[in-house]
């Protein structure tokens, strides 16, 4: 069993459309990290979300943590084809806030933006 | 210091030969993380480094991976007698410290054949 669940597994959109990916837990987390990768590179944080209920934008990207801190969801508008890429959560910490060092992460969106 | 550097970028072995890859980490990063991630998979992790110190190997690193960091700068993952299952990238991260943000290199893509 997977400590964090994405969905959906892969999202094929054209340019210009919405889409939310989701990560979900039956665990408690003090915070989630979000992460991109690009084919053949490592993944680059986005951003880490900490307080049930935030709300963080980066551009077109809107991170929300779950009021229970218990899931997450990243929202791209009008997406674009250099939003292509695998979009991992990943948590270090458990819900007392105490660092694991290492992170866990889910299994990944596989994003991909047509043209 | 422009990142996390990992040598080779590929590798392409034969089933049965060992193989090495380096992490340079961030200077002045104490931790140094190793994780293996299959395609279209999240990383998972192998081990981690607290400046020399091995503080951590997960069940996934049998007993033919052996990792090193000798100096507490660079690092070094070794496989013995490989296996077409262990054909992954190998991604190396370092962080300032235990809560601080992981950085991650390129990875070393093995194949194994």
């Known amino acids: 069993t997977q400590l964090l669940e994405q969905s959906p597994q892969f999202l094929s959109i054209q340019e210009g459309e919405n889409l939310t990916v989701y990560c979900n837990s039956s665990s408690v987390f003090s915070s989630l990290q979000w992460y991109r990768q690009e084919p053949g590179e490592g993944p680059v944080l986005l951003v880490t979300v900490v307080t049930g209920g935030e709300v963080k934008k980066l551009k077109r990207l809107t991170f929300q943590f779950g009021d229970a801190r218990k899931d997450s969801s990243l929202h791209i508008t009008a997406a674009q084809p250099g939003d292509t890429g695998l979009y991992l959560c990943a948590t270090g910490r458990n819900a007392g806030g105490t660092s694991y060092g290492k992170l866990t992460f889910g299994q990944g969106t596989i994003l991909t933006v047509h043209p | 210091d422009t990142g996390v550097s990992q040598n080779p970028r590929h590798k392409i072995t034969k089933r049965g030969q060992n193989v090495t890859f380096r992490c340079d980490p961030i200077s002045e990063h104490n931790r140094l993380y190793w994780y293996r991630q299959t395609l279209g998979q999240g990383p998972e992790f192998l081990t981690y480094f607290q400046n020399e110190a091995q503080l951590e190997k997960s069940r996934l690193l049998s007993d033919r991976f052996s990792a090193e960091r000798p100096k507490g700068s660079f690092s070094t993952l070794e496989i013995q007698r490989t296996e077409q299952g262990d054909s992954a990238m190998y991604l190396c991260?370092?962080?300032?410290?235990?809560?601080?943000?992981?950085?991650f290199g390129p990875g070393t893509r093995l194949t194994v054949t």
């Open positions: 991260a370092s962080s300032p410290s235990s809560a601080g943000e992981q950085y």
